[in-house]
């Protein structure tokens, strides 16, 4: 069984994705900060986190992403960037700290679905 880790401080979203995951055969855990879940990811080593860009707290999903992606027990989990932030300067620095792709919300459940079927 495949693990997620997804990362939102918007408890909504995280229930909207938790929702379209839940019958995908997925292990899913969920951290509400980026600071959570860098806590997290050495313990469940998740085989793909679902980050949101901008979060409170003292790292944002591009951290997130820059930290998993240099640690080597870890850069194989894939990494989706979840922003409002759409402008191409934005998915450049999402695909520039490391994320496999970077989905812009506000998204589908049917589009999150395809996207993660192609990585995981």
């Known amino acids: 069984m495949k693990r997620v880790l997804i990362v939102e ?5 995280r229930e909207l994705i938790q929702m379209t995951l839940e019958f995908e055969n997925f292990e ?6 980026g600071d959570a879940a860098l806590q997290m990811v050495g313990q469940i080593k998740p085989d793909l986190l679902l980050l949101d ?13 820059q930290q998993v992606k240099a640690d080597p027990q870890l ?3 894939k990494v989706v960037m979840l922003s409002a932030r759409s402008q ?3 998915r450049q620095a999402g695909l520039a700290a490391g994320a496999d792709a970077y ?4 998204f589908s459940p049917r589009e999150l679905l395809q996207l993660i079927s192609k990585l995981v």
Not at 9 to 13: K, N, R, S
Not at 53 to 65: D, E, F, I
Request: with cysteine; aromatic share 0%.
């Open 53 to 65: 860009v901008m979060m409170p707290g003292s790292v944002n999903g591009l951290g997130v992403c």
């Open 28 to 33: 899913i855990h969920e951290a509400a900060n």
């Open 103 to 106: 989905l812009c919300k506000p």
């Open 75 to 77: 850069k194989r989990s």
């Open 9 to 13: 401080d918007q408890p909504e979203i």
């Open 88 to 90: 191409a300067s934005d």
